[in-house]
């Protein structure tokens, strides 16, 4: 089990990234430092750097010997993860495109 | 290959529990691909711009953050059978917890005050349900916490009771990334 404890070096680690990447995501967006699809992008990576942090430095997620379920399985979800959200955002964007009001089009 | 019964055991939970936070995970993920596509969907009612308060949910994120690292800490102490250590971290974690919570009840309080409830629109359903799901999670977190620490305080960190406090600082850090993607997703998209 001794997998799941980290010491009090990577938690405080941990904890500072979280904290720096929560504020620099805050600042772009209520300084307006970006805009548009850069300022969505932007957001994005920050969020998953942050998921990365959390993942290593709090559930200690690389500590596995092998055979690595627990990755294997988080894997897999994050596949059903990636085809739940992306195809329904793809395909209910193309049914409000094809079902808008002509005159709106353009 | 080790042979204690006792290790094998707890390996065999905690994977459990980890593969039932990964299906928790599909159910978030279908709550945002809901809440993306209906994150338009205003219906007269007010915009996710006009409704947010970004300080607010600033510090409501730092809470979680900081509840997250101290229960971290709980669960180390706890592994390394340091009970007064466990103890504080724990309550620090369970009190930054309820911080949150309340915070949020607060937030949702005020919507409904002002006729912005689920019933208003489309977004405002995704917005409640996701959130509110989020916010459920929370409030058993805090009521498993409750009911992890009596016994430990009473016969102290048994092999039980640390597989327990294990499976918990999974469930907690893992509401932490569900919040890091609703600070994310749902607050900080929503107002820009």
């Not at chain 1, 942090?53 to 627990?70: S, T």
């Not at chain 1, 399985?73 to 994050?78: D, H, S």
């Not at chain 2, 640390?162 to 997703?185: E, K």
Request: hydrophobic content about 55%.
């Amino acid at each position: 089990m001794e997998q799941y404890h980290g010491s009090i070096k990577t938690a405080v680690i941990g904890f500072f990234w979280s904290i720096v990447l929560t504020f620099a995501a805050y600042l772009l967006v209520v300084e307006e430092w970006l805009h548009g699809p850069v300022l969505v992008i932007a957001l994005i990576s920050l969020a998953i750097f942050q998921l990365l942090v959390q993942l290593f430095f709090f559930l200690h997620m690389g500590h596995e010997q092998k055979p690595r379920w627990n990755l294997i399985v988080f894997l897999f979800m994050a596949l059903v993860l990636l085809i739940i959200v992306a195809g329904s955002l793809w395909i209910m964007y193309n049914l409000d495109y094809t079902l808008m009001p002509h005159d709106m089009m353009h | 290959m080790r042979h204690d019964p006792h290790a094998e055991a707890d390996s065999l939970t905690i994977f459990g529990f980890w593969v039932y936070l990964m299906t928790d995970c599909l159910l978030f993920g279908s709550l945002f691909a809901t809440y993306m596509v209906l994150h338009n969907s205003t219906h007269g009612g007010p915009t996710s711009k006009e409704l947010f308060s970004m300080p607010f949910v600033l510090v409501e994120t730092l809470a979680l953050l900081t509840s997250s690292f101290t229960c971290g800490l709980a669960t180390r102490a706890a592994s390394l059978n340091q009970k007064k250590q466990l103890f504080f971290w724990f309550v620090a974690t369970f009190l930054l917890g309820a911080l949150f919570l309340g915070m949020e009840l607060h937030e949702f309080h005020d919507f409904i005050k002002e006729g912005n409830s689920w019933e208003r629109s489309a977004f405002l359903s995704a917005f409640f349900t996701l959130v509110g799901t989020h916010g459920l999670h929370i409030s058993i977190g805090l009521l498993w916490m409750i009911v992890l620490l009596v016994p430990v305080m009473r016969h102290g960190v048994t092999p039980l009771s640390m597989r327990r406090l294990t499976c918990f600082g999974l469930f907690w850090h893992f509401l932490d990334i569900v919040w890091i993607f609703i600070f994310t997703i749902v607050y900080l998209m929503g107002v820009s």
